[in-house]
């Protein structure tokens, strides 16, 4: 209740009015049962759009420190994410993961929408990077199609680092559903899990128009040390 109160009451229709959404491809995310929406990481404001512009409740994962701070800050925090329906998962653990992972693939079970990031995390210069296998593993367990989502232009409105966004259209593109379940009996095999995740990845750099780097973000600690990208497409 509380997610819809502060999307279609609340927060909803004061965002739409100042970052007027312009969504290509919104009709490609189906009206019913799982859907694994993918979507490629620019921004923290991310999460505020997709969930946002979704006709469908949209569940992403966030590691549970999101929802403990104190003070006025954590309990906006708090309020935050849970309005936006995420789901706080215990990621200081070696299990962190497989928890996120178990998490998406209940929502997926009971019929709805799960969020992921394939990355893992925000780029660090607005290209885009490897994807992780999770995304793939979700799609083979759960059997739901994957549509890719691309943000084209988050980065700028509200780039990492920046506390109040920019006032200015965003703008995103939606790709059509990706069905894996040819690989239905493979589960578990891992060069199946990257070909599936780098269809993905393809699907994203495609829809997006982002330069591609074959390297997990994650393991990057400057931008310095980022590679030539090994895949480049200009933007539309």
């Not at 491809?25 to 997709?50: E, Q, R």
């Not at 003070?71 to 200081?92: E, N, Y």
């Not at 899990?193 to 393991?219: F, K, N, Q, W």
Request: charged content about 25%; some cysteine; overall charge positive.
């Amino acid at each position: 209740m509380f997610y819809w109160l502060l999307k279609l009451v609340v927060l909803g229709p004061l965002l739409r009015l100042l970052f007027r959404p312009k969504v290509e491809g919104l009709a490609n995310v189906p009206g019913t049962g799982p859907v694994i929406l993918a979507c490629n990481h620019l921004s923290f404001s991310d999460s505020i759009f997709t969930p946002l512009i979704m006709k469908r409740k949209v569940t992403f994962v966030a590691k549970a420190e999101y929802f403990t701070g104190k003070g006025i800050k954590g309990w906006f925090s708090r309020m935050f994410f849970l309005g936006a329906g995420t789901i706080p998962v215990d990621r200081s653990g070696g299990q962190a993961a497989q928890a996120a992972l178990d998490t998406l693939l209940r929502v997926l079970r009971e019929g709805n929408v799960a969020g992921i990031y394939p990355e893992g995390t925000r780029s660090p210069d607005g290209r885009l990077y490897r994807g992780k296998t999770g995304v793939a593993r979700l799609a083979l367990e759960s059997g739901a199609p994957v549509v890719p989502m691309a943000m084209l232009n988050t980065d700028e409105i509200q780039p990492t680092g920046t506390l109040i966004p920019s006032i200015k259209r965003v703008r995103i593109r939606i790709g059509e559903p990706l069905d894996f379940s040819r690989y239905a009996d493979q589960r578990g095999d891992r060069f199946v899990e990257r070909a599936i995740t780098d269809e993905i990845m393809y699907e994203l750099m495609a829809l997006s128009g982002r330069e591609y780097v074959d390297v997990y973000a994650s393991t990057l600690k400057t931008s310095v040390e980022v590679p030539a990208p090994t895949r480049t497409r200009k933007a539309a």
